[in-house]
């Protein structure tokens, strides 16, 4: 059955769609092609999707190049001139994978093998990239995180950026890190800027790790298939987007000051779109809160369940609250769900929470949800799951706008007892306020920003100017100086030795000297 369905997919996948074609305007500023990580539905896709829109309004002429399961996104055949598709790999069993057990390493090894399978499917499939190369594009915009778009954009040859929606997620490539003051896995729990000596083993610890034990398996895969499929195999994979504009999301008010090359620009999380009246059932229910408010409860896009015994608990908690609380529960409801409980399978999170009546929101904090709640000024109660929602939960916790739990461990009386917290210490909604009034404070707004560097990319074939060679050419131990470090110890060394040496003989001469001279003091005392 899933394979037919594959079948399928995979023959509708090169169909252009798009009843209405909508012809480029003449004065079109460029011919786009947008490549995000198509998994299931997920934050990525909104991303993209919100800059695709933005690039529109502009009259530029944008394509996608999308999993065939891209959900309700579909929606966008009407919306855009050609859509490419490419069979997605089935995310579906991402609703049985235990949280509570599952380590971060685990989950990423699970993401890998999915794009790993995605990115077989797109390279396999008879001339899609012969099509979209025929396109001539003028830029390519694709994901930070799935590494087939190294491929892609090493293959077409035209300018790229690159798009990373989680923000700076580590990689030496691109960003240097000091392991010094930086903290390596996006999964850590260091606070970058206020480690201990410890602390800092075990960063250099986790970094040699990454580089030793992790790449391999994260772009070693990629590298296979781009042999395989003899697309550019003599590039190294890890360092593709070393020659790319690279947008991080995010903003140093809220991430940790560290150095970044000259083609890594940040651009901060939320292009504010104009705010949507909520949905008339949420609209109705939010309404009835009155001055107790509301708490919005959100686990991501690709979280919509929990395992049955943590679902039953959250919705036992919520339910003691005099809030009304909205919460995205995709599936079974729970049975223990309280009446000021709203379980919606997708909630207009933005709009939610720049509501006036929302108190709290109870987040996973994936980037997304992080920067909506500091522009909205929530304060949160952080219980991170995965990925980079650890160092999102810290950063919003050492701003003083969250208290951050421990998602395995967390009891019933400690999710109780953080939402009061919260909801009780002024001081979380005034810092919130503080991070709130920081973010907006800008030269450009995020979308003029965005919009000036895909018209320079364009304009200028590139960024080869800012790309940093030594980042191609050397690697990390001479990055770090080490080898200078040994030289001096060389050195240093050879001096003591060759000092001790002349010391040592000089010593044994004085000695001998003196032994020679002892008859001639005798003599003289005589
Ligand atoms: C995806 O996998 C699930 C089981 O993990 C299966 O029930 C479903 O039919 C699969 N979907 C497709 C499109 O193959
Ligand atoms: C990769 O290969 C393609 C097709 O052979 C070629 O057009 C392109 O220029 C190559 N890319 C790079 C970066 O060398
Ligand atoms: C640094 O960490 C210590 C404990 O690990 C904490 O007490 C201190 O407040 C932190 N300092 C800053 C500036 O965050
Ligand atoms: C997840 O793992 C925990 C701990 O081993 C176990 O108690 C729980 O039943 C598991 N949940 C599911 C849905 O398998
Ligand atoms: C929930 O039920 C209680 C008592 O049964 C009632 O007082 C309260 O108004 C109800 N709340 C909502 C939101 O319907
Ligand atoms: C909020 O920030 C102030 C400094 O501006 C700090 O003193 C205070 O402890 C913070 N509040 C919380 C709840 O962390
Ligand atoms: C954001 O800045 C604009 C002016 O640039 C101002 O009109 C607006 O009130 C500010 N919003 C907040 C929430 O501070």
Request: proline content about 6%; overall charge neutral; hydrophobic content about 45%.
């Amino acid at each position: 059955m899933g394979t037919t369905i594959l079948v399928i997919l995979s023959l509708v996948a090169t169909t252009t769609v798009g009843q209405t074609p909508k012809p480029a305007t003449l004065s079109s500023p460029g011919k786009v092609l947008m490549y995000p990580m198509t998994l299931g539905q997920n934050s990525h896709i909104v991303n993209f999707v919100r800059l695709a829109k933005i690039l529109r309004s502009r009259g530029y002429d944008v394509h996608l190049l999308f999993g065939t399961d891209a959900g309700s996104w579909n929606e966008l055949d009407q919306t855009f001139n050609v859509v490419h598709r490419y069979p997605s790999a089935n995310a579906s069993d991402i609703e049985s994978l235990n949280w509570s057990i599952m380590s971060a390493y685990q989950f990423v090894t699970w993401l890998a093998d999915k794009l790993e399978r995605q990115c077989e499917a797109l390279l396999s499939h008879p001339d899609l990239l012969v099509d979209i190369q025929r396109e001539r594009y003028d830029l390519l915009i694709a994901d930070f995180i799935d590494n087939c778009g190294r491929i892609v954009s090493d293959y077409l040859d035209i300018p790229t950026i690159i798009y990373s929606a989680p923000g700076f997620i580590g990689d030496a490539a691109l960003f240097p890190i000091l392991p010094t003051f930086i903290p390596v896995s996006p999964m850590s729990t260091l606070e970058s800027g206020n480690m201990t000596f410890a602390e800092r083993v075990e960063n250099v610890i986790e970094y040699i790790a990454t580089v030793v034990l992790w790449y391999p398996r994260w772009f070693g895969a990629f590298q296979s298939l781009r042999e395989k499929y003899q697309m550019n195999s003599s590039l190294n994979i890890r360092k593709s987007f070393l020659r790319t504009l690279v947008l991080v999301r995010g903003d140093f008010v809220l991430d940790y000051p560290r150095p970044v090359m000259p083609n890594v620009v940040t651009i901060e999380g939320v292009f504010s779109e104009d705010p949507k009246p909520l949905p008339h059932d949420i609209a109705t229910f939010v309404d009835g809160a009155g001055s107790d408010g509301i708490i919005v409860v959100c686990f991501g896009t690709m979280i919509g369940q929990l395992d049955k015994r943590r679902s039953e608990m959250y919705a036992r908690v919520l339910a003691k609250f005099p809030h009304r609380v909205v919460w995205r529960v995709t599936g079974k409801r729970p049975a223990s769900l309280g009446n000021n409980t709203l379980a919606v399978d997708w909630l207009p999170q933005n709009d939610l929470l720049r509501h006036a009546s929302t108190r709290l929101f109870v987040s996973h904090c994936g980037l997304s949800s992080t920067m909506e709640a500091a522009h909205n000024a929530i304060p949160v109660v952080a219980m991170p799951i995965c990925t980079d929602g650890f160092q999102n939960a810290l950063k919003l916790t050492r701003a003083g706008m969250a208290f951050s739990l421990d998602f395995k461990t967390l009891t019933e009386d400690s999710l109780e007892s953080a939402i009061w917290e919260v909801l009780n210490d002024p001081r979380y909604k005034r810092n919130a306020s503080r991070v709130a009034a920081l973010l907006n404070d800008t030269l450009v707004p995020p979308r003029d920003k965005f919009l000036y560097y895909v018209g320079y990319v364009i304009r200028h074939g590139g960024v080869p100017h800012w790309q940093a060679d030594v980042l191609q050419t050397m690697n990390i131990w001479q990055l770090l100086s080490f080898d200078i470090a040994a030289l001096v110890l060389i050195v240093i060394i050879t001096t003591l030795f060759v000092a001790g040496g002349i010391l040592c003989l000089g010593v044994i001469a004085i000695l001998k000297y003196c032994s020679e001279q002892k008859p001639a003091f005798k003599e003289h005392a005589q």
